[in-house]
């Protein structure tokens, strides 16, 4: 064997600790930063969480409640800043907009007994506007819907059939 080791193994020897110290400073600086993106994302999540309880929350009231309606536009404006999309953001839009005329056909009911009743489908429109809001809203939050789990009307044995709408007792 040789007394004389080469200037690359030398080199290399030498460099070794320098190079897995490197590594593992790079290694680290990258676990944080996926972890503050991971923060970051969860953060977001809950404020539009938050954001999209609020306009649902006042729906509960809104169809005669002034004030769940001022409740509903003023969640709206968080929701402009937090939406993920511009789907998610025009139904949350619609929302209030949908309960104000619900409200108002209430009160032209209320104060001519002989018009047709526009606030059934004022309501039924506000109702649907809140539900595509919400179905939206679960999809980009990855949130199930409370009948998840269980079967799925399209998934329906043959034999099994749904009973047809039923035709009201009294004229509309």
């Known amino acids: 064997m040789s007394k004389d080791i080469p200037l690359w193994v030398a080199v290399v020897i030498g460099l070794g600790p320098s190079v897995v110290a490197v590594v593992a400073l790079l290694a680290a ?48 404006v968080e929701i402009c800043l937090l939406a993920s999309t511009a789907e998610i953001d025009r139904a949350a839009a619609e929302v209030p907009v949908r309960y104000l005329q619900a409200q108002r056909s209430s009160y032209r009911e209320t104060q001519d007994l002989e018009a047709s009743s526009g606030y059934v489908p004022a309501l039924n429109k506000a109702r649907a506007a809140r539900d595509r809001f919400l179905a939206l809203a679960r999809e980009e939050l990855g949130v199930k819907s409370r009948t998840a789990g269980f079967r799925d009307l399209g998934e329906a044995d043959p034999g099994d059939e749904l009973l047809g709408p039923q035709t009201p007792s009294s004229p509309p």
């Open 29 to 76: 600086e990258l676990r944080d930063r996926r972890q503050m993106n991971h923060e970051r994302e969860s953060r977001l999540r809950d404020e539009r969480i938050e954001a999209y309880r609020k306009p649902l929350t006042a729906t509960t009231t809104a169809h005669t409640d002034r004030e769940a309606i001022d409740a509903a536009e003023s969640a709206y």
